[in-house]
T-cell receptor
Framework: DTGVSQDPRHKITKRGQNVTFRCDPISEHNRLYWYRQTLGQGPEFLTY????????KSRLLSDRFSAERPKGSFSTLEIQRTEQGDSAMYLCASSPPWAWRTSYNEQFFGPGTRLTVL | GDSVTQMEGPVTLSEEAFLTINCTYT??????LFWYVQYPGEGLQLLLK?????DKGSNKGFEATYRKETTSFHLEKGSVQVSDSAVYFCALKGAQKLVFGQGTRLTINP
């Protein structure tokens, strides 16, 4: 059973460029989350999908950020017109459906994508 | 809103020492509580969890008890090893999202 995977692992871009990250959740996990982690801080919630529906967005998710999960499987997070303040680790996590009772409340994290905006 | 406060680090201990990392929370309702660990160069891993008051989560010699009366979920280990060196995050989950503390960096010296 493979874990959550994220691509790329590292991204360096220049200010003003657009970037897109991909997350592949654990197979059959119907819920998917994006978090952002800056140096020395805990992860902060960005957005949450159940299947293909985006059900919650943080106020941290400005209009330059957009996330999709078109077929309820993988997800993409796009940042337009990147700013230096967007430099962070972007984490994806997934959770199983209610049928997986013992682990329903758990979130399984991927390795993250480290973004550096120059 | 919901929040988690962890004891500030970094924490440095000698091998076989007793470990406590304090965690308190503020939440509406009855959240689930978690400890995650992040080893150098790796992603977040779930260490242990507790879903209701008085539950004790345990894993790899670590323990934490969900204390509703003191809104706490302190992490303890009786005898730490060098391999326990990592950053530890306390987190709560209400409806869906996790709310994390700022993390505590733990270094164990041989």
């Amino acid at each position: 059973d493979t874990g959550v995977s994220q691509d790329p692992r590292h991204k360096i871009t220049k200010r003003g460029q657009n970037v897109t990250f991909r997350c592949d959740p654990i197979s059959e996990h119907n819920r998917l989350y994006w978090y952002r982690q800056t140096l020395g801080q805990g992860p902060e919630f960005l957005t949450y999908f159940q299947n293909e529906a985006q059900l919650e967005k943080s106020r941290l998710l400005s209009d330059r950020f957009s996330a999709e999960r078109p077929k309820g499987s993988f997800s993409t997070l796009e940042i337009q017109r990147t700013e230096q303040g967007d430099s962070a680790m972007y984490l994806c996590a997934s959770s199983p459906p209610w049928a997986w009772r013992t682990s329903y409340n758990e979130q399984f994290f991927g390795p993250g994508t480290r973004l550096t905006v120059l | 809103g919901d929040s988690v406060t962890q004891m500030e680090g970094p924490v440095t201990l000698s091998e076989e020492a007793f470990l406590t990392i304090n965690c308190t929370y503020t939440a509406t309702g009855y959240p689930s509580l978690f400890w995650y660990v992040q080893y150098p160069g790796e992603g977040l891993q779930l260490l242990l969890k507790a879903t209701k008051a008085d539950d004790k989560g345990s894993n790899k010699g670590f323990e934490a008890t969900y204390r509703k009366e003191t809104t706490s979920f302190h992490l303890e280990k009786g005898s730490v090893q060098v391999s326990d060196s990592a950053v530890y995050f306390c987190a709560l989950k209400g409806a869906q999202k996790l709310v994390f503390g700022q993390g505590t960096r733990l270094t164990i010296n041989p």
